[in-house]
C-alpha cells in the first residue's frame, strides 16, 4: 500500500531532477552570452559561432533532456506508487546516459 511518504519522496527526486536540469540550462546560457558579450567587446560580428558558443547551446539542450527524464521518472514511478508495483527502468536509464555521455563527448570535442 503507498503511504503519502512515497508521493512525497517520488516529488522530492522530481525536484532534484529539476534543479539539475535548470542549473545545466542556466550554465549553458551564461557560456553562450558571455561568449557574445566578448564578441562585443572585440567589435566581432555576433553571426560567427565559436565552440564556446556551441558548448554553451549543448548545456542548454542536456538540460532540456535532464527535465524531460526528470519528468518522465516522475510520472512512471507516480503510476507504479498508486498500482503498489515497482519496475526497474533499465532501458530508459541507459538511453539517458548514453545520450548524457554522448553530449559530453561532443562538448569535450568542441573544447578541444
Do not use: C, Q
Amino acid at each position: 500500500m503507498s503511504s503519502d511518504t512515497d508521493h512525497f519522496a517520488n516529488k522530492r527526486t522530481f525536484l532534484a531532477w529539476m534543479r539539475t536540469g535548470i542549473s545545466l540550462m542556466g550554465f549553458g546560457f551564461v557560456i553562450a552570452k558571455f561568449v557574445i558579450f566578448l564578441h562585443a567587446l572585440e567589435n566581432k560580428p555576433t553571426s560567427s559561432f565559436s565552440t564556446s558558443l556551441i558548448a554553451g547551446e549543448v548545456m542548454i539542450i542536456v538540460g532540456i533532456i535532464t527535465i524531460g527524464y526528470g519528468f518522465y521518472e516522475y510520472y512512471s514511478n507516480e503510476k507504479d506508487i498508486d498500482n503498489n508495483k515497482y519496475y526497474s527502468r533499465t532501458t530508459e536509464l541507459f538511453v539517458f546516459t548514453a545520450i548524457i555521455i554522448g553530449m559530453a563527448i561532443l562538448l569535450l570535442l568542441f573544447i578541444i
